[in-house]
C-alpha cells in the first residue's frame, strides 16, 4: 500500500489524492535470447538476456465538492499526467529511487457525483535510478534531497580525485546493474577530467580509452552515448583503444587506473547507479 507518488517533478498530493500501487514487479520481463531448432526438443538458450519495460499501475482517488469540481480536476490531473518523453516517477516508499515512466495508454476516470477514481497504467524502463548521481556534491540545506540513500553522503569527495602521475582509484557503486554503452535510454556514466596533459590513458574493468592529443580543458567521457567532447567540441577523432564499447561501471568495488604523460588534472566519476 503505497500513499502517494512523485510524476514529472509534481506531488499526486498536489491534487489532493488518494493512491495506492495496484502492480508494482519486482523484476522487469526477460527478453530471452533463444531459438528453436526443428527435430531438436527444446530451445538454444543463448544467456544474457535483455529486459523488457516494466508495467507499474497506480490507482487514485478524489473527493471534490461536487460534479463539476469533480470535471476540473480531472482535466488538471490528466494535464499532469500527459507527456511524450519519459520522465521521473517517484513512488513515497522508495524516495531516493526513480522510474522513468510515460503514460501510453488512456484513463477511464469513473465518475460518481463526488467521488473520481481511477488506475494509471505507467510503462518504465526496466532499471531503476537513484534520484541523483556522483557528479554532485548536495548540501544540508536541500530539504528534497532524501538523505538516507545507498552512497556516501559527501559524494563529491568519495567519486573525485587528482591526478599528477599514474594513478589508481577505487569507488563504490551501489547498484545492482553494470553501467555503459548497452544501459537503456535515460543511463549516465561519465567521465569528466578537468586540467591539462600531454598524453591520457584511462582503464576500468578491463577496458582502457586512450586520448591521442595534448590537450587541456574539461573532457566529457560519455561511456552511454559513446562520445568525447573536450569544452562542448567534439573530440571522437582522438580516441583510441575500446571506441567500440567505452567503458563500464560494474557493481561494487571499481578501480579505475589513470596514466599518461603531463599529468594535470581533476577527474569526477559521473554515473547514476541502477537496479532491477
Request: net charge negative; with cysteine.
Amino acid at each position: 500500500m503505497v500513499g502517494s507518488f512523485n510524476y514529472k517533478g509534481i506531488k499526486s498530493s498536489k491534487f489532493e489524492l488518494i493512491c495506492h500501487s495496484v502492480s508494482r514487479p519486482l523484476l522487469p520481463t526477460v527478453r530471452p535470447k533463444m531459438m528453436q531448432i526443428y527435430g531438436k526438443s527444446g530451445v538454444i538458450d543463448y544467456g544474457d538476456g535483455d529486459y523488457e519495460t516494466r508495467k507499474i499501475t497506480m490507482h487514485m482517488a478524489y473527493i471534490s465538492k461536487d460534479y463539476y469540481e469533480l470535471r476540473n480536476r480531472a482535466r488538471e490531473i490528466a494535464a499532469w499526467l500527459a507527456s511524450n518523453v519519459w520522465a521521473k516517477l517517484i513512488i513515497n516508499d522508495e524516495p531516493d529511487k526513480y522510474y522513468l515512466a510515460r503514460v501510453i495508454s488512456g484513463i477511464n476516470i469513473e465518475t460518481m457525483q463526488r467521488l473520481g477514481q481511477a488506475d494509471i497504467n505507467f510503462e518504465c524502463q526496466p532499471f531503476v535510478y537513484m534520484v541523483t548521481d556522483t557528479g554532485v556534491d548536495p548540501t544540508w540545506g536541500e530539504t528534497e534531497f532524501p538523505w538516507v540513500t545507498d552512497i556516501p553522503w559527501n559524494m563529491i569527495q568519495s567519486y573525485q580525485f587528482s591526478a599528477t602521475a599514474t594513478k589508481e582509484y577505487t569507488f563504490h557503486n551501489p547498484g545492482t546493474q553494470e553501467i555503459g554503452c548497452t544501459s537503456p535510454q535515460g543511463s549516465k556514466f561519465n567521465m569528466i577530467i578537468s586540467g591539462s596533459w600531454t598524453r591520457l590513458e584511462i582503464s576500468l574493468n578491463g577496458k582502457t580509452i586512450e586520448y591521442t592529443e595534448a590537450d587541456s580543458g574539461t573532457l566529457v567521457i560519455d561511456n552511454v552515448e559513446m562520445e568525447a567532447k573536450l569544452d562542448g567540441a567534439n573530440k571522437l577523432s582522438a580516441l583510441e583503444g575500446d571506441i567500440d564499447s567505452f567503458l563500464s561501471v560494474m557493481p561494487g568495488e571499481n578501480t579505475v587506473a589513470i596514466d599518461g604523460t603531463g599529468l594535470n588534472m581533476t577527474v569526477t566519476i559521473d554515473f547514476t547507479p541502477m537496479w532491477l
